[in-house]
């Protein structure tokens, strides 16, 4: 028996991937219980090194590191989606002597690391006389490298949909930029809407750079809490709840962003045809006279409520 994309698997084939399944399990569940025995006979589960985190001062520097993250985070993340779609934008100018500066920008800022950029920004501008605060050196190397990111985002996006999109507005009577902002625009977007999300998500992460210049954010935090002798210097802990914290953060901005996505589904906006003006298929007899009108078709179109 054969399907249209694979061969249905047969009794053996069905048997072998049960067994791979069973195998592939066990090896996971056996790796994960030596992990696990080689914590505990470690000592990373005693109270000791755990104490540290049943300080309200603790949590205190935590969240107070979580909010330097989050002001890093937050602003990189607007002016990076800005700065993408200045960039897009450009690079899909008609005019060369336009689309050459923002290419070579875009190309430029990509290739250069963040940790780089920053360590440019912090070390390398004081020796020109110029300071910077490290807050403005995470802010500004995240918004270069992912808005240059999130523009060849956005231009592929607008590349790829349909060439009559963009001949259908300029049909209508709009310019080049109405053009792009009410028909290539909020289709692009929302095709590139988990592509543009992605790009956050590792925006946020990024941001965990900024202790390689003393910017006081959550890695910078767990660092200085792994390195206290009096709990045993518990590094392991340090990175579980840091790393959770990193990891819920993740899973809030993806939710909020499928949230987002619903809602644009759900939008009448964001559906075909002119809202208000529903239609039916409404079927035909042989010898209507409406089939000499609509040609050899059994259905015509009508619109409701005529």
Request: proline fraction near 5%; aromatic fraction near 8%; include cysteine.
């Amino acid at each position: 028996m054969t399907s249209v994309l694979y061969d249905v698997p047969g009794p053996r084939a069905i048997l072998r991937n049960r067994l791979i399944a069973v195998a592939t399990v066990v090896v996971i569940g056996a790796l994960a219980a030596f992990l696990i025995y080689r914590l505990a006979l470690s000592g990373q589960f005693s109270a000791t090194k755990w104490g540290l985190f049943t300080y309200t001062a603790i949590w205190e520097q935590i969240l107070a590191a979580l909010g330097k993250t989050l002001a890093a985070f937050g602003l990189a993340a607007v002016l990076s989606i800005v700065v993408g779609f200045v960039l897009a934008i450009g690079r899909l100018s008609d005019h060369r002597w336009v689309r050459g500066p923002f290419m070579g920008v875009t190309e430029i800022f990509r290739a250069v690391p963040v940790l780089v950029m920053m360590m440019l920004l912090y070390y390398g501008l004081p020796s020109i006389g110029v300071r910077m605060e490290p807050y403005w050196a995470v802010v500004i190397a995240l918004v270069v490298y992912n808005g240059s990111v999130l523009a060849e985002a956005l231009r592929a996006g607008i590349e790829a949909l349909p060439r009559g999109q963009k001949e259908a507005g300029y049909a209508i009577g709009l310019r080049k930029s109405g053009v792009m902002r009410l028909v290539l625009l909020p289709q692009a977007v929302r095709a590139m809407l988990p592509v543009i999300v992605a790009q956050l998500v590792v925006t946020m992460k990024d941001t965990a750079l900024g202790f390689i210049i003393t910017y006081p954010e959550l890695l910078y935090l767990a660092k200085q809490l792994s390195s206290n002798v009096q709990f045993g210097r518990p590094l392991l802990q340090s990175a579980f709840v840091i790393g959770g914290i990193y990891i819920i953060m993740c899973l809030i901005l993806s939710g909020l962003a499928k949230w987002f996505e619903i809602r644009m589904r759900k939008s009448p906006k964001a559906k075909g045809g002119a809202a208000g003006t529903p239609t039916e298929t409404v079927p035909v007899q042989p010898g209507d006279p409406r089939l000499h009108e609509a040609g050899t078709t059994t259905e015509v179109i009508a619109t409701q409520g005529r």
